[in-house]
């Protein structure tokens, strides 16, 4: 051994890229002299390895940012309340303070009010079947003076109907007056069998679509104009399937109803077509909170016309988040009352009856027929 050392010591110097084989090859042997196998080999119980504490993980303060936005899952119900007197004559100076919601009976608190003009996205959806030939003509002079009455934020849809598969959008959402008059130029009366609930369903789910399109406008107001005799011939929705909707719906429904040429002859125990006609528009536009006329004339059509442009903007703007916050889709009804004015004014509130509160989406929506609006070229 003796002589073996200097040997090695010798090739160490001479080849000194060899060193860091050597250390490597050093290793490996003290290695396998203390490894398990080897304790093993000679009896030795095998060492417990002693498991090393992970270093402990500080968590990165948060700094908070004024700016973020804070997400609060509530549902506001918002309400378009007009409000008249006795002889209906529009009440446009009233305080947060006047006045009282009620959903189901309980009080609500109001936790947004405005009395200022709202923009409105509102749809004018115009019967075009053979029953309102002799009314046409002054339909579309009417709808014109109600486009040209459009503020400048407000947005208008024009659909024409006659049947399930005559729904037509002549124009889409728009603020050019021009686009809208042509497109209601292009109004013409053609054969087929009235879908008037098919028209207004699909016209409520366009305007409520369109209107959660533009989630920075939310506070614009929806309406919609119908222009019909109010007998529905052949729709594939019926009038539940409807008036389910509009009660998940903010759209008022304002409607002109020509039911004077429908027959007031009733059989033993139904109504005549006419009362029949002008009791489901009546329905239509109180349980949206809207309104209907029925006029005796056309040429009442353009007065009508200002006058529901008027009304469209003379609306107080009421939002309140409900003490029942369950999300079960149930329907909720809604009350507003108004405080009386100087020497026992009476103030009628006029808003929507009711709502069908969110569901939480645990149960399966029943299918329902779906026509298709067909856009014009």
């Keep these: 051994m003796r002589r073996q050392i200097p040997n090695i010591a010798r090739f160490v110097t001479m080849n000194k890229s060899i060193l860091p084989v050597l250390g490597t090859m050093l290793l490996a042997c003290l290695f396998l002299t203390d490894s398990p196998v080897s304790n093993a080999a000679e009896g030795m119980p095998t060492p417990t390895p002693t498991p090393v504490g992970s270093p402990t993980v500080k968590p990165t303060p948060r700094i908070d940012d004024p700016d973020e936005i804070i997400k609060i899952d509530t549902e506001l119900v918002n309400l378009n309340v007009r409000v008249v007197d006795r002889n209906n004559r529009p009440v446009n100076n009233l305080q947060e303070n006047e006045f009282r919601i009620y959903e189901d009976g309980k009080l609500q608190q109001i936790d947004f009010f405005s009395k200022s003009e709202v923009p409105t996205n509102y749809g004018i959806v115009v019967d075009n079947s053979g029953s309102l030939r002799s ?146 528009l009546e329905r239509m536009a109180t349980e949206s909170g809207g309104k209907a006329y029925f006029p005796s004339s056309p040429a009442e059509l353009p007065n009508l016309a200002r006058e529901i442009s008027n009304e469209l903007r003379t609306q107080y703007s009421i939002g309140y988040i409900p003490s029942n916050d369950k999300r079960d889709g149930t329907y909720r009804s809604i009350k507003v009352q108004v405080e009386d004015g100087p020497n026992a004014q009476k103030r009628i509130a006029i808003t929507r009856a009711g709502r069908t509160a969110d569901a939480d989406g645990s149960t399966s929506p029943t299918p329902k027929p779906s026509p298709t609006p067909v856009k014009s070229p």
């Design 135 to 280: 009314q046409l003509e002054k339909v579309i002079e009417a709808s014109k003076v109600l486009v040209n009455m459009n503020r400048q934020d407000d947005e208008t849809l024009i659909i024409r109907f006659v049947d399930s598969k005559k729904i037509e959008i002549l124009q889409e959402f728009t603020s050019n007056k021009t686009d809208l008059n042509d497109a209601l130029e292009n109004m013409y009366i053609e054969g087929g069998q009235t879908a008037i609930t098919d028209a207004v369903y699909l016209a409520v789910e366009s305007i409520d679509e369109y209107q959660t399109s533009k989630r920075n406008e939310d506070r614009k107001r929806r309406a919609l104009i119908l222009v019909t005799d109010g007998e529905d011939r052949s729709s594939f929705y019926n009038e539940k399937q409807l008036f389910d909707l509009l009660r998940e719906s903010e759209v008022q429904i304002y409607v002109v109803g020509f039911v004077d040429e429908l027959s007031k002859d009733g059989g033993f125990i139904s109504k005549s077509p006419q009362a029949k006609a002008k009791a489901f």
